[in-house]
């Protein structure tokens, strides 16, 4: 890190914005503690991403959020002011850090990481398909090379002076395109990627081979990523403003015309400001939609409510984790990050462009300890989630950085530890699970706020096909005591509530913890326990409901998330709670301390017993006539069991 970067970076902090953002997502680097487990285990490193603080939860507020409180919705759409544009089940994707590739998707397009396709699997299960970035701060610098060592589609550039912000360029190679193609096949996952804009000697390989080996499942290309941090971080000169990046731009757009081997012109995303030197005011003011709409298919933002850079490198203010907790916890976050962006997300519905949040995630360089992977931010990604929905957003993607970050929805296992160990799940990869079925695969869900009961108690209604269906609850008090739970009751105006609501309820012990999360009754598993399946017994409760009085009423514990379904839906049929599948198989290495049995995951991913029978065994040896393993990986043989459709398929990971 450049000193004079510092100094830039700290003179944005304070003239620009309170809450600024401030680029650098931590590149994979070091260690920053050791532990030793127990005595089975090797030394286990402990990186950010597993990193154990615990804070402390915030004291209740005072006065207290009241404990009963009435929403009357109307049931039908037609009469709600102010209600979303139609969004669906992906709103929530995720930005997947380009250096970090390999480690997350897999290591080439024959070796695909097995948790990984799971993870998505769950959510496609529920929204009907995924939405991913694939960029962040490497794209700008990344590079196309033939081949890589060891057959990888992504490696890192080994000394890099060119780029300042300690972020290595990536080198990519083709193969790049084929992993990302061989996982829609597997998972409906679409694609984002972005253009390096780093000069304007464009390098257009990611466009070219992105439009050819993608095809439909590529969404867009990002052209600039932060620019208003160029100058910032020394790649432009000082004086680069909104007009530069509005004739870079320009120049793109030519040289994208020019070039036979881009055939669609028209999906290129920006500004993606940081929104830290630059409004998007300024962006917009220069002409830039009315010069470049037909080559835009979205508009985009990159924001985080907060930053912990002097913990990374001694930028800006220092910020003490506990101290930061709070402001997590309460209405007034999502809201407030969402505020400056209000006029842009109408600018954009006007102009018939989707507004995207292209990255955020709790806090920029690397999220707090204690904070980013705890309950709370998953109650807290959820709650800003939904009011990015409510604000006519048309997505947001959770930022994936590797190890040395804290605020991961979810990690891999480093690749030293990987014998003894599996993936981590974040709070957050929860809240993108449960915003799937918040919205569901209809295309047709609406959302609207509809907080009365203080900020520590939002709650939202959702309108499917224009009639009231779900609404969303939450409580950030903290209380193990009970005094602190809430009821809704909720009430249907011009209609009548049903004998029941089905209720799913996101639980944790506080807002604190890290463990034993639980969506409906079901998890993922602790730290290096994950396999990307959801495991225990599916729970949902049934509320009777008044109907003389036309009431139901709603429980939610303190702290605690509940999804309340007034009509039927497929997410509260517990026999499709979990229709794909990516089984892990025996492993064959001798070197094992595994934490959880694999027979034990095999059997535990909450299905019925109908389903269980059909994935048949997970022992390598006894794979059943309908599954056939493609591709047997010495070390660790891993099949994919893809049920539902009864259409099987096999590829090898890299373990
Ligand atoms: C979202 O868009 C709808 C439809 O245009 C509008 O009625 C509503 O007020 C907008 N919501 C916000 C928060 O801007
Ligand atoms: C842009 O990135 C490429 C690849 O890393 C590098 O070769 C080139 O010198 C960079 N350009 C500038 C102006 O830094
Ligand atoms: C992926 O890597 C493995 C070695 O780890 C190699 O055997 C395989 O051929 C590679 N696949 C591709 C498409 O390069
Ligand atoms: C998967 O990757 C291989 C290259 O390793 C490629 O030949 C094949 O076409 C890919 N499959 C899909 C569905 O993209
Ligand atoms: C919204 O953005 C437009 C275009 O930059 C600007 O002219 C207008 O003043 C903005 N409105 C508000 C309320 O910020
Ligand atoms: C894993 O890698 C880290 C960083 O390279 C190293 O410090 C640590 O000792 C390794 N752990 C094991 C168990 O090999
Ligand atoms: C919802 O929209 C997606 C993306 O446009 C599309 O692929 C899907 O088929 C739609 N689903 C329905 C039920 O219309
Ligand atoms: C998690 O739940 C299990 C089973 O209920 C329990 O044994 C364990 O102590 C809990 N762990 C933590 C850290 O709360």
New binding site residues.
């Given amino acids: 890190m450049l000193l004079r970067e510092v100094w830039s970076l700290t003179l944005l902090f304070a003239a620009v914005n309170a809450r600024v953002t401030v680029y650098g997502q931590i590149p994979q680097a070091?260690?920053t503690s050791v532990s030793t487990t127990n005595a089975a285990a090797?030394?286990r490193?402990l990186l950010p991403a597993y990193d154990e603080t615990i804070l402390t939860p915030p004291p209740l507020p005072d006065p207290p959020t009241p404990k009963l409180f009435t929403l009357n919705l109307p049931a039908n759409g037609e009469n709600v002011n102010g209600l979303s544009i139609p969004q669906q089940g992906s709103f929530f994707g995720f930005s997947i850090e380009m250096s970090v590739i390999n480690q997350v998707l897999g290591k080439n397009s024959t070796h695909i990481q097995v948790p990984f396709l799971n993870l998505m699997s769950n959510i496609q299960q529920r929204a009907g398909g995924l939405e991913i970035r694939l960029g962040g701060n490497t794209q700008e610098f990344a590079v196309h090379v033939e081949t890589l060592e060891n057959h990888a589609a992504v490696g890192k550039e080994k000394s890099n002076l060119q780029n300042p912000t300690l972020t290595p360029a990536v080198m990519y190679t083709t193969d790049l395109f084929y992993l990302a193609s061989n996982i829609s096949s597997l998972v409906n996952i679409q694609w984002y990627l972005g253009i390096p804009f780093n000069d304007t000697n464009w390098r257009l390989q990611i466009a070219e081979l992105g439009q050819e080996i993608l095809g439909d499942n590529l969404l867009g290309l990002q052209a600039g990523n932060e620019p208003d941090l160029y100058a910032a971080h020394n790649h432009r000169p000082p004086e680069y403003n909104e007009f530069d990046y509005f004739g870079e731009f320009g120049e793109l757009v030519v040289a994208i015309a020019n070039n036979d081997k881009i055939p669609r012109k028209n999906m290129l995303i920006g500004p993606s400001l940081a929104h830290a030197a630059w409004t998007l005011e300024q962006v917009w003011n220069t002409g830039f939609i009315e010069a470049y709409g037909d080559s835009l298919s979205v508009l985009s933002i990159e924001n985080y409510p907060n930053n912990n850079c002097f913990a990374q490198f001694g930028l800006g203010a220092a910020k003490d984790p506990q101290t930061e907790f709070p402001s997590y916890l309460n209405h007034d976050a999502g809201r407030n990050l969402v505020a400056p962006f209000l006029n842009s997300s109408r600018i954009a519905q006007e102009v018939g462009k989707p507004f995207i949040m292209f990255e955020t995630n709790t806090a920029s360089c690397g999220g707090f300890p204690g904070i980013s992977d705890s309950f709370g931010a998953g109650l807290w990604a959820l709650d800003y989630g939904l009011t990015m929905a409510a604000s006519n957003f048309s997505g947001a993607m959770l930022h994936v950085g590797g190890q040395n970050v804290y605020y991961n929805p979810f990690t891999s296992p480093?690749t030293?530890?990987s014998t003894f160990s599996d993936w981590t799940v974040g709070a957050v990869y929860y809240s993108v699970l449960i915003v799937a079925e918040v919205f569901g695969a209809s295309n047709t869900s609406q959302i609207i706020d509809v907080s009365n009961n203080g900020i520590f108690a939002p709650s939202y209604a959702i309108y499917e096909n224009g009639a009231l269906a779900r609404v969303a609850l939450f409580n950030f008090n903290d209380d193990a005591s009970g005094n602190s739970d809430i009821t809704a009751t909720v009430t249907v105006d011009g209609g009548a509530v049903p004998p029941q609501v089905k209720v799913k309820y996101f639980s944790g012990d506080s807002v604190s913890v890290k463990t034993n999360l639980t969506w409906a009754g079901q998890t993922l598993g602790n730290k290096f326990q994950v396999d990307g399946r959801m495991k225990g017994e599916l729970d949902i409760v049934t509320i009777d409901c008044d109907l003389p009085s036309n009431t139901c009423q709603v429980p939610v514990k303190a702290p605690g998330f509940a999804l309340v379904f007034l009509t039927d839906s497929p997410a509260v049929q517990s026999e499709s709670s979990g229709a794909v599948t990516f089984a892990t198989s025996a492993q064959t290495r001798t070197i094992n301390t595994a934490t959880v049995d694999p027979e034990v995951l095999a059997t535990s991913n909450g299905k019925s017993g109908r389903e269980r029978a059909l994935m048949g065994s997970t022992s390598k040896g006894s794979v059943s006539g309908a599954v056939s393993a493609l591709t047997l990986v010495p070390g660790a043989s891993i099949f994919f069991a893809i049920l539902g459709g009864a259409a099987l398929a096999a590829v090898g990971i890299v373990r």
């Fill in positions: 070091h260690a090797p030394t490193v480093p030293n530890m």
